[in-house]
């Protein structure tokens, strides 16, 4: 009778603590999704690449709760083109939590893009957990994203004022670069125009062919970049 009474007394107890405890998970992915939606507007806002990797480690740095972080973005060779650390300084001298870290590649099914590195857990917990993991591959991929976005952008915009042939300037390049030469912002400089004109030049590509003027003037393009 006692035992029965006790299971009695406790099912109602356990009940709670089950109703609690799915709503704590629900509240949690509410707030996960809340914050990485926020995440995202954040660093959604620019196509500059060196924005979008400032915002997204200091943003990841925050809903992580890290010491410290590191973002890198490699270029198609996997060479570093942009570094940013925020929180503690390069030069600190080592923790006994330098070997709490979590390390994400940032990339898409396209490859690569970079790597992101978070140190430290502060707060309530003091290392980092599956949960803080799972998180941070999750910002990771939203900045894959808005990282190609930047490049697609940048690739068109450089398409868009460049000789595909040469990589020099296009007539709309050209114009761009001159409206700035001449801007308030750049009176403090000396500006020149150099104009230069390849003598026989039709007579490559009515001999020789196309394919071999072209050449002509992308080693030619080659050499006056040069100087």
């Known amino acids: 009778f006692e035992l029965r009474l006790f299971a009695l007394t406790l099912a109602p ?74 929180g503690d300084e390069a030069g600190d001298a080592p923790t006994e939590l330098d070997d709490d870290l979590i390390v994400v590649p940032i990339g898409d099914t396209e490859g690569e893009l970079g790597v992101l590195t978070l140190r430290g857990r502060i707060g309530a917990l003091t290392h980092f957990d599956d949960d803080d993991i799972r998180r941070a591959k999750s910002l990771a991929d939203h900045v894959a994203s808005s990282l190609r976005k930047t490049l697609l952008h940048s690739l068109v915009e450089h398409a868009a004022e460049h000789d595909a042939l040469t990589g020099l300037l296009n007539r709309a390049g050209f114009n761009k670069a001159v409206e700035e030469s001449f801007s308030p912002h750049a009176r403090t400089s000396c500006t020149a125009i150099l104009m230069l004109d390849l003598d026989q030049f039709k007579e490559i590509n009515d001999t020789l062919g196309h394919h071999v003027g072209d050449h002509v003037l992308a080693q030619f393009a080659q050499r006056i970049a040069a100087l």
């Open 13 to 86: 107890l356990v009940g709670l603590w089950l109703l609690l405890s799915r709503s704590a998970r629900a509240e949690q992915t509410h707030r996960d999704l809340r914050e990485l939606h926020q995440f995202t507007s954040t660093i959604g806002r620019s196509l500059d690449p060196n924005v979008v990797a400032q915002s997204a480690l200091s943003e990841a740095v925050n809903l992580i709760r890290a010491r410290s972080g590191t973002i890198e973005i490699f270029d198609d060779d996997g060479c570093v083109t942009l570094s940013f650390t925020t």
